[in-house]
């Protein structure tokens, strides 16, 4: 139950990293 805690504490930085990447690229389409 530990680990599955430190990988769901990693997929949510994934996930928030993947979102904040995408955003990027929506701003320098509108550039």
């Known amino acids: 139950m530990?680990?599955?805690?430190i990988?769901?504490?990693q997929l949510t930085?994934?996930?928030t990293e993947?979102?904040?990447m995408e955003h990027?690229?929506?701003i320098?389409?509108?550039a």
């Open 18 to 20: 993947s979102m904040m």
């Open 7 to 9: 990988d769901g504490h």
């Open 13 to 15: 930085i994934e996930i």
């Open 24 to 26: 990027d690229t929506e």
């Open 28 to 30: 320098f389409k509108r």
């Open 2 to 5: 530990h680990a599955w805690g």
